[in-house]
DNA sequence: CGGTACGATTGGTCCGACCACTTCTACGCC
DNA sequence: GGCGTAGAAGTGGTCGGACCAATCGTACCG
């Protein structure tokens, strides 16, 4: 796609005449290379000051368009070595996701976790179904840092590790990636915190031991249960706490 | 040692005194005005002269930290108007999130799926339950839209629709805003594009003919059964393809 | 009173210079 | 000869200022 200049399409769906902002042509290009291949996973791209002679515009513009792509996780930037690549898995793409629950606020947070009951749940069966013994001992492992005595800092990273964990042996990267976006660090902690007053973290902690029981026994209809009530459980706090106006 | 200007800062937490390149430090500024409140949805920012006079940057760099964010979602700028934090929905935050579904390739793809075979038939439920009548009317009129003689480009757009109508349902706004990162138009078309080729696609017709069916009879069982069926189907069409190295 | 033209404000683009980091090379020391 | 180091070249990062283009408010004119 390096000639914008279009015939009539046919069937095209795309708007009549796009007259794009310098930057954004920029990005369209160098997103284009990557789609038609010219660029791959890994591969170095010419210098800003070639790329931006390349496409007729100035330095700046072409460092906003690869600021851009850099911020989507597309592009890696190495200073003094030059511009990357990204081996484009889901991992590198859906880093910026995490914004979303460090950021959100309200009802979105309760939305955040309606997404993750529908997730958790399919992938700690699909997990179950899956994991191999070496698996279930680290998981074995994070499940004691959970609660044992830790900062509570330490118990949400422990928290966070032994969910990751599991949507890990799934094997799905995008899972994965969409799993972390959704399960930010400072999210988690908000919602820790508020439990830790309120009291019972002991019914999390049980919890956890019933999702690894599960795991333990390969029991993905087992595994699919514990870990809707847990995700329930924690969403119907979360609910509490903002129809008691905590927002 | 050529700017040792920098005391210890009283009361932090966070990791200790990065050295940010300039850029980050100004994106980090600013989202950090909105994460304390300074900047709430809709607010217009201090224009990029006053900012980046503000945090002693020069223009350059501010402007590439609102570049950031703008791809992010969080802020939207307009020409001649101003820098406006956006109204900070998921579906604003997520824009971003269909890079994935454009530029994955290979496996990729079929992982995608696999998530896309966790949310659905779960959203497919919720909205089964959820339904009234103008949305099922609605629903009943783009379903018709699909495959009714239009260029293959049309059907893409109608079969999208129609997915995405049912998620809107939900009323979750996240979740519309990740399954729409999940399918991208590009996405649909090449699967489409292989399945007109490879032949069946009436049978995808069916599918959506018992989506629909199971919605409009408000039961949420049948509705992720035809929903997870249509997936299943897709997913294993793609896997078959990527094997016989049309990856 | 309404509409239009103007001008101030503000984001968008461009240019050219210099700084900071990386990499490679060639020199010098052991 | 081998190895480490200093230097040069290349590249991204930052800077400052200039000008263009879109917007919006205002004051003038019909």
């Known amino acids: 796609m390096t000639t914008p200049d279009h015939a009539a399409e046919p069937g095209a769906d795309a708007a009549p005449a796009e007259r794009l902002p310098v930057t954004q042509r ?30 007729g515009v100035s330095r700046s513009s072409m460092r906003e368009a690869i600021r851009a792509l850099t911020t989507l996780g597309v592009l890696e930037a190495r200073h003094g070595a030059g511009v990357y690549v990204t081996r484009l898995r889901p991992g590198d793409l859906l880093e910026t996701f995490s914004v979303l629950a460090e950021i959100s606020q309200g009802e979105t947070l309760v939305e955040v976790l ?17 994991a191999d013994d070496a698996q279930l001992r680290r998981l074995a492992a994070v499940l004691d840092r959970i609660g044992t005595g830790g900062s509570e800092g330490e118990t949400v990273a422990a928290d966070l590790c032994f969910h990751q964990a599991i949507v890990e042996i799934t094997g799905n990267a995008t899972l994965v990636a969409v799993n972390d976006g959704l399960s930010s660090r400072t999210f988690n902690a908000r919602v820790w915190h508020g439990h830790r007053e309120a009291g019972p973290s002991a019914r999390l902690r049980e919890d956890h031991e019933r999702i690894y029981q599960a795991l333990s026994d390969r029991d993905p209809d087992a595994a699919r249960a514990a870990a809707t009530m847990h995700v329930l459980e924690v969403e119907r706090w979360l609910r509490g706490r903002l129809a008691s106006g905590e927002g």
């Open 26 to 55: 920029a990005i369209e290009h160098i997103k284009g290379m990557i789609a038609a291949g010219l660029l791959r996973p890994g591969d170095r791209l010419p210098t800003e000051r070639d790329l931006s002679a390349e496409l």
């Open 114 to 130: 309606q997404v993750r009951r529908m997730l958790e749940p399919a992938a700690t069966a699909l997990a179950a179904a899956r």
